[in-house]
């Protein structure tokens, strides 16, 4: 088992930065892939970016890439998200979420344990 507890959301004015972080506890923190997803008002959650074991492969969605960094540090067992340029269409809640491969890592299905969100609200 997983415990996953998000935080740092808040409110920030287009073209404002915010970092969200996700702490987990439990089972070996490096032993799974980490992904953020967001879920806006009336949306389906949708995948934001994922990251390997050892913080050496990222992978973005479309939507965010040259914006949003995701990073981990395991000492710290904890994964950010480091959201540069927003928006007000990237407002939602985040949540992050852990899974053991590599493969369909944008696919919700696949993840294993899940945080309960942060909400990131963007005025324009």
């Known amino acids: 088992q997983v415990q996953l507890v998000e935080s740092g959301g808040g409110l920030v004015q287009t073209g404002g930065s915010l970092r969200v972080s996700c702490a987990a506890s439990g089972r070996t923190f490096s032993s799974y892939i980490m992904g953020w997803f967001r879920q806006a008002p009336g949306k389906e959650r949708e995948f934001v970016a994922a990251i390997t074991w050892d913080g050496g492969t990222t992978y973005y969605a479309d939507s965010v890439k040259g914006r949003f960094t995701i990073s981990r540090d395991n000492a710290k067992n904890t994964v950010y998200l480091q959201m540069n340029s927003l928006k007000p269409e990237d407002t939602a809640v985040y949540t992050c979420?852990?899974?053991?491969?590599?493969?369909?890592?944008?696919?919700?299905?696949?993840?294993?344990?899940w945080g309960q969100g942060t909400q990131v609200t963007v005025s324009s």
């Open positions: 979420a852990a899974k053991e491969t590599w493969d369909q890592r944008h696919s919700q299905r696949f993840y294993d344990y």
